[in-house]
């Protein structure tokens, strides 16, 4: 059978010691990034591209993947422990996760989220497994109207998914393809928008604008507000959840699987609205429903899993599409370019050893993570002392030279220092950079393919509704941005969402 | 009525000026027509559509001041003095190498923060140096130039 064939190979290369290595350094770095306050994996990733460079694909993407899972996990133990989410989508789990820890039950919650995250995260893994493939196959008819319209999709539903207006995140997608656009034209031979600047050729690099918008505007916003945090539970003890922890919680956690992973293969549906969603379920759900907000464990326990297996299931258009998911997945998807790996579908095909190698590490990652974790809770514990004004410098340093080793250029480190500005202002305007970055990734190519689309059509927009795959993805996007005009919904996806802040 | 600067009112405003600067700019590229575009008809496009948003933003913040918030403080200082240390990074690499650059990033850096003793900052300066060049010129093998001679 082919998938045995393809999951050895995966396992052939997850385990050569180098990725096994890379795999471990990932989770580690991830882990430890998730726990450290006011350091988010978007920073850490833009942070970390350039160290990848020299790395072979699978190698660098395993490692990136494994940051990105790890921090997702170390974000939910700092939820726990001390009420402060290192991450947006732990949110969730501050509110019965931390609740626990204060009775003295800290243990059992870390160790339930464990649990609930390995199940999602096999689950995850094993999903895109089975899904990849066909899904690639279907992906490799797209013509270019297709490719458009699933575009476009994935930029209304991330734009329409995150805090503030559905318009505002437009205007920043858009406005990212914009940015997108500067260099020269393929098609012409056109220098655009370059001001005369010959580091502009090329157009912005990818990781300028990441470092820029992710990591120089957060330092600036973070120096501005006091670094304070109360360590409640400063030990942790009796980490075995009992019998009746286990027997209110395996539902939980198989229905936050369920419900995180339909909702990650959406492009531009998050983490965080697959663990509210969670939550809300299980609180409905619940013959109890006054224990939640009070230390309910089903609470931790479908979110997390629930997170996790958004966090896996949010590789498929990823890998398999090119269609970038999340502003992680954009990161991921710009590190692949610049190993000179195209995104798209024909990635399964042309570089097996990395699709399916990823697959596998993943899976392992998973693994690690919770004996990384369990065990060693107590001295991540202490990473929350470290203070914010030792961890910004490192993060420039790191970023600065990060930027200028890709082309050993001095103006790319200027022209993020450019982004930084800029990037700050969207954070004073509560613009969400996260569409900005999907819109810079996909603009270039939104155009190539709209060009295609039209000369094909001799410039008849009519094609987009006429194939029915194009249409189904308009019609989707459409759906979004309607389901974003009914008051109701609005009003409760800011809810929910505000919660990250 | 008094018009409030609120954050959406600033976001439109912020918009409307991308998107009329790339209609601008995208002014002096061929056109073409829709079924064989020029390179200046897709910048125009997306220039409309963000102009367009930005316009109707502004619109919207001026007569109903009070969906949006008005910004309190600006940090200023942080700003000023992290650009200001990423600059002088990026100007210091290539004429006087990499330790130089290092350096005046974190003392500059730390201008932004204003936090922690002198002797922090000394340790700090040493001690990223040192990891800095060490993993990237001796771990990453990345040649770059050391000193300012």
Redesign the interface.
């Known amino acids: 059978m082919d998938l045995l064939q393809h999951l050895a190979l995966g396992f052939s290369v997850a385990f050569s010691p180098s990725n096994l290595l890379y795999c471990f350094v990932g989770v580690l770095l991830g882990t430890f990034i998730g726990i450290l306050p006011g350091v988010g994996p978007l920073v850490t990733i833009a942070v970390l591209l350039p ?1 990848t460079f ?1 790395l072979p694909p699978e190698g660098a993407m395993i490692m990136l993947a494994g940051i990105y899972y790890g921090a997702a996990y170390g974000g939910s133990t700092t939820a726990i422990l001390v009420n402060l989410p290192g991450e947006s989508s732990a949110a969730v789990t501050c509110i019965d996760g931390y609740q626990m820890a204060r009775q003295g039950r800290a243990g059992p919650a870390l160790a339930i989220a464990a649990i609930g995250s390995v199940v999602a995260g096999c689950f995850g893994t094993i999903l895109i497994a089975l899904c990849g493939p066909p899904l690639a196959r279907v992906a490799l008819q797209f013509g270019a109207e297709e490719y458009c319209s699933l575009m476009l999709m994935a930029l209304v539903s991330a734009s329409a998914l995150v805090r503030g207006s559905l ?2 995140g ?2 920043m997608a ?2 990212g ?2 940015f997108g ?1 500067a260099g020269t ?1 393929v ?2 031979g ?1 220098d ?2 370059t001001f005369g600047l010959p580091g502009l050729a090329e157009g912005f690099d990818f990781v300028v604008v990441a470092a820029g918008l992710f990591a ?1 505007a957060e ?3 973070n ?2 507000v006091s670094h304070q945090r109360g360590l409640i539970t400063t030990r942790v003890t009796g980490l075995m959840p009992t019998r009746e922890d286990l027997k209110a919680s395996w539902k939980p956690i198989l229905r936050g699987t369920a419900l995180g992973s339909i909702l990650g293969i959406l492009p531009g549906a998050g983490q965080t609205i697959a663990s509210f969603a969670s939550y809300a379920t299980e609180r409905k759900l619940s013959k109890t429903p006054h224990r939640f907000g009070h230390g309910a464990i089903e609470g931790v326990a479908g979110p997390e899993s629930a997170n996790n297996a958004a966090a896996q299931t949010h590789f498929i258009p990823t890998l398999t599409l090119g269609i970038p998911g999340s502003a992680t997945m954009a990161l991921l998807l710009g590190a692949l370019m610049i190993q000179g790996v195209t995104p798209g579908p024909q990635v399964m095909t042309q570089h097996p050893d990395l699709f399916w190698g990823l697959v596998v590490s993943m899976w392992i990652g998973n693994v690690l993570l919770v004996i990384l974790n369990l065990p060693l809770v107590g001295a991540w514990v202490t990473l929350l002392k470290v ?4 961890l ?3 993060i ?3 970023s ?2 990060g930027i ?2 890709v082309n050993m250029s ?2 790319d ?2 022209f ?2 450019f982004f ?2 800029i990037g ?2 969207f954070l ?4 969400e950079p996260a569409p900005f970055i999907l819109g810079f990734l996909l ?1 270039p190519m939104l ?1 190539e393919n ?2 295609r689309a ?2 094909q ?5 009519s094609v987009f509704v006429t194939e029915p795959i194009s249409a189904a993805f308009l019609g989707i996007a459409l759906l979004f941005m309607l389901l974003m005009v009914v008051p109701m919904i609005a009003k409760r996806k800011d809810e929910a969402i505000m919660e990250e802040a | 009525m008094k018009l409030q600067i609120t954050k959406d009112l600033l976001s439109g405003a912020l918009f409307l000026l991308i998107g009329l600067g790339t209609i601008i700019i995208a002014q002096g590229y061929r056109l073409g027509t829709a079924a064989n575009m020029g390179p200046g008809y897709f910048p125009i496009m997306l220039g409309s559509i963000v102009a367009l948003i930005g316009a109707v933003m502004l619109v919207k913040a001026a007569r109903n001041p009070e969906t949006s918030e008005i910004i309190q403080t600006w940090e200023f200082r942080p700003l000023v003095f992290l650009t200001a240390a990423i600059l002088l990074f990026s100007a210091l690499i290539d004429t006087r190498g990499a330790i130089a650059g290092v350096v005046v990033l974190i003392l500059v850096g730390r201008l932004a923060g204003r936090e922690g003793s002198m002797l922090e900052l000394a340790i700090m300066v040493l001690a990223l140096t040192a990891a800095a060049i060490g993993i990237f010129v001796y771990g990453l093998n990345i040649p770059l130039r050391l000193r300012p001679w």
């Open positions: 160290l020299g318009i505002k437009m205007a858009f406005c393809a914009i656009l034209d098609n012409s056109v655009r928008f120089f330092i600036v916003s120096l501005g203070p914010y004004r030792w910004y410098p490192i420039m340093v790191f600065c030279i200028f080793t001095a103006t480190v200027a993020a220092a930084g500005v700050y202002l004073k305007l509560d613009c603009g155009e709209f060009r039209m000369l059509s001799r410039g008849s927009l």
